[in-house]
């Protein structure tokens, strides 16, 4: 199962960068996601990021919409949100691993035509601000017809959601509030 944490932060600070991260792999995060929407230091503190997280023991790194950074850096792959899907060919010819942001199942057709490795499905359950959720029966007919392995996103905040989740034919969750 993959336990997918998505940084942001609310849950990360590079005050306390080291012990957020080990934090976070106490959680049971197998992958970990370095996003911030809103710094202007995006590529500094990714720096800083990838180090330490390599240094907290995290082997799948992962850096939003940067495959060139991602590269350069060492990192794992690359997360393409749902409006950058250009990026998964780019990430895919650098050798990296490709997780895509999605919301519908045509989304997700565009993410597997582009060469997605894997994708997010989003929201599962009720997530502050983003919007209607697929709830259980819409998400399993979902995973049902998709490809790649679908990871659930979306009010992933405790173990039986973990559960829910996973009964519903997910390859595993992201969350940032789960690992906070």
């Not at 942001?8 to 996601?33: C, N, Q, V, W, Y």
């Not at 997280?53 to 790194?61: C, H």
């Not at 060469?115 to 029966?137: C, N, Y």
């Not at 659930?152 to 595993?172: F, H, N, P, V, Y």
Request: glycine fraction near 10%; charge should be positive.
């Amino acid at each position: 199962m993959i336990l997918y944490a998505i940084t942001d932060p609310s849950i990360l600070s590079f005050e306390t960068l080291s012990s957020d991260l080990h934090r976070i792999k106490a959680r049971g995060a197998s992958m970990i996601l370095y996003r911030d929407k809103k710094t202007a230091e995006y590529e500094k503190r990714a720096e800083r990021f990838v180090e330490a997280a390599k240094e907290a023991g995290f082997g799948k790194i992962i850096l939003h919409n940067t495959p060139q950074l991602a590269l350069r850096l060492g990192a794992w792959g690359v997360h393409c949100s749902s409006d950058a899907y250009g990026l998964i060919s780019e990430g895919k010819r650098l050798g990296l691993k490709t997780v895509a942001s999605t919301h519908s199942l045509e989304e997700i057709k565009k993410a597997e035509e582009a060469g997605a490795d894997m994708v997010t499905l989003s929201p599962l359950f009720v997530s502050p601000g983003k919007g209607k959720p697929l709830g259980e029966k819409g998400f399993t007919r979902i995973v049902q017809e998709a490809k790649v392995p679908m990871i659930a996103l979306g009010g992933i905040t405790d173990k039986e959601k973990i559960r829910r989740a996973m009964s519903c034919g997910a390859s595993g969750i992201a969350s940032i509030r789960y690992f906070a």
